[in-house]
């Protein structure tokens, strides 16, 4: 069966990185899957299906109005000969119309529908919702996530469960060249947090709270990882509470990021919404995870045994539950070893990638 995987970008976010994974882990004998994006076709997905031989195409679609764009598409799509288009995220949910047709069973080709839970406002957003309530299915990561497909008016037959994947990491980089890229000194202890630098990722909760945590851990770093439009205003929060002691630190947009988990004491999720991805690239490093309460982080993380949940928002909670592990690095490496058990047994990528392969066979009759 033909699969065309469309996407908005393959950076380091929630959507690309389970598309790679998906991408790679479904069986070449029964599945040829090509690759597109409305922006630039690099970035660590891009690595990623790059080493499994899967090459990405750069589709642009700059606006409504952007018709050689929606025509370059709309040709890709169509010579690939895709029996199921799989859209992950809003902006990819909202531009696949273009690429479909309406039958009596429904979209040809198929349309699958990911990590569009939150379609946004104005224009756009509408399109992507109503896009979402056409789609032959919607999957969600989650009960949270699926509740809110079912607000959006996906009905419930359409609507499948597939909990997030995660791969186990690849080996450790060089902790002493890590540091040096990053400007941490060598040998001192990490709290890695971020993902992307922007306001839903929690940057604003995440510097205060390593703030109130430096007056006792004086060697301790705080590694924002990612890149994204607010790094600028991170690194001036954090010198503005800390001009003659800074040691907040920045890694970018790594393609090893998941590989350099490994090096971190502990991971900070501090989303307002998402966040497995980051939560699941800790518990398969092995490593304990201390994050906002949310609906979808609840259900990856078990509290008190593979790591922390605060309740969002909460500064002093999130840093005296980070200086509990620090102090008591016996309970860390317990939490860490309870995470990676979970992340194999729970969020393997082979079971992943089946149950995509049930929906696809489903759907192509």
Same mark, same amino acid.
């Given at each position: 069966?033909?699969?065309?995987?469309?996407?908005?970008?393959?950076?380091?976010?929630?959507? $690309?990185?389970?598309? %790679?994974?998906?991408?790679? &882990?479904?069986? *070449? #004998?029964? !599945?040829?899957?090509? +690759? /597109? @994006?409305?922006?630039?076709?690099?970035?660590?997905?891009?690595?990623?299906?790059?080493?499994?031989?899967?090459?990405?195409?750069?589709?642009?679609?700059?606006?409504?109005?952007?018709?050689?764009?929606?025509?370059?598409?709309?040709?890709?799509?169509?010579?690939?000969?895709?029996?199921?288009?799989?859209?992950?995220?809003?902006?990819?949910?909202?531009?696949?119309?273009?690429?479909?047709?309406?039958?009596?069973?429904?979209?040809?080709?198929?349309?699958?529908?990911?990590?569009?839970?939150?379609?946004?406002?104005?224009?756009?957003?509408?399109?992507?919702?109503?896009?979402?309530?056409?789609?032959?299915?919607?999957?969600?990561?989650?009960?949270?996530?699926?509740?809110?497909?079912?607000?959006?008016?996906?009905?419930?037959?359409?609507?499948?469960?597939? $909990?997030?994947?995660? %791969?186990?990491?690849?080996? &450790?980089?060089? *902790? #002493?060249? !890590?540091?040096?890229? +990053? /400007? @941490?000194?060598?040998?001192?202890?990490?709290?890695?947090?971020?993902?992307?630098?922007?306001?839903?990722?929690?940057?604003?909760?995440?510097?205060?709270?390593?703030?109130?945590?430096?007056?006792?851990?004086?060697?301790?770093?705080?590694?924002?990882?990612?890149?994204?439009?607010?790094?600028?205003?991170?690194?001036?929060?954090?010198?503005?509470?800390?001009?003659?002691?800074?040691?907040?630190?920045?890694?970018?947009?790594?393609?090893?990021?998941?590989?350099?988990?490994?090096?971190?004491?502990?991971?900070?999720?501090?989303?307002?919404?998402?966040?497995?991805?980051?939560?699941?690239?800790?518990?398969?490093?092995?490593?304990?995870?201390?994050?906002?309460?949310?609906?979808?982080?609840?259900?990856?993380?078990?509290?008190?045994?593979?790591?922390?949940?605060?309740?969002?928002?909460?500064?002093?909670?999130? &840093?005296?539950?980070?200086?509990?592990?620090?102090?008591?690095?016996?309970?860390?490496?317990?939490?860490?070893?309870?995470?990676?058990?979970?992340?194999?047994?729970?969020?393997?990528?082979?079971?992943?990638?089946?149950?995509?392969?049930?929906?696809?066979?489903?759907?192509?009759?």
């Amino acid at each position: 069966m033909k699969l065309f995987f469309l996407t908005s970008d393959l950076g380091d976010g929630e959507s $690309a990185g389970q598309l %790679a994974l998906l991408a790679q &882990a479904l069986p *070449r #004998d029964r !599945f040829a899957v090509a +690759v /597109g @994006a409305l922006g630039p076709a690099t970035g660590a997905a891009s690595d990623t299906l790059l080493s499994a031989g899967i090459p990405a195409t750069a589709l642009p679609v700059r606006n409504v109005l952007d018709f050689s764009g929606i025509r370059r598409l709309r040709r890709t799509v169509h010579e690939s000969g895709a029996a199921v288009l799989h859209a992950f995220g809003a902006d990819a949910v909202r531009v696949a119309r273009v690429c479909l047709a309406r039958n009596g069973e429904g979209n040809a080709p198929r349309l699958v529908a990911t990590g569009a839970a939150e379609p946004g406002g104005g224009v756009g957003g509408w399109l992507a919702a109503r896009q979402l309530r056409r789609a032959d299915r919607v999957i969600a990561t989650g009960w949270a996530e699926g509740e809110r497909y079912r607000r959006a008016g996906v009905i419930g037959d359409r609507l499948t469960r597939i $909990a997030p994947a995660v %791969a186990p990491p690849p080996t &450790a980089p060089d *902790r #002493d060249a !890590f540091c040096r890229d +990053v /400007g @941490a000194p060598d040998g001192a202890p990490l709290i890695f947090a971020g993902g992307r630098l922007d306001a839903a990722h929690g940057w604003k909760d995440t510097v205060p709270a390593f703030d109130m945590m430096r007056y006792v851990s004086p060697a301790l770093q705080l590694v924002l990882t990612g890149d994204g439009p607010d790094r600028a205003a991170a690194e001036g929060l954090g010198r503005a509470l800390a001009f003659d002691d800074f040691r907040i630190r920045f890694s970018g947009a790594r393609s090893d990021l998941a590989a350099a988990t490994l090096l971190a004491d502990q991971v900070w999720v501090t989303c307002v919404r998402g966040g497995e991805q980051l939560a699941l690239r800790a518990m398969a490093a092995g490593r304990p995870v201390v994050a906002f309460h949310t609906p979808e982080l609840g259900e990856i993380i078990d509290d008190g045994a593979t790591g922390y949940l605060v309740p969002p928002g909460d500064r002093a909670a999130l &840093a005296m539950k980070a200086q509990m592990l620090l102090a008591y690095p016996e309970t860390a490496a317990r939490m860490g070893e309870a995470g990676r058990a979970r992340a194999a047994e729970r969020f393997g990528v082979a079971r992943f990638a089946e149950q995509h392969a049930r929906v696809y066979q489903e759907l192509d009759g």
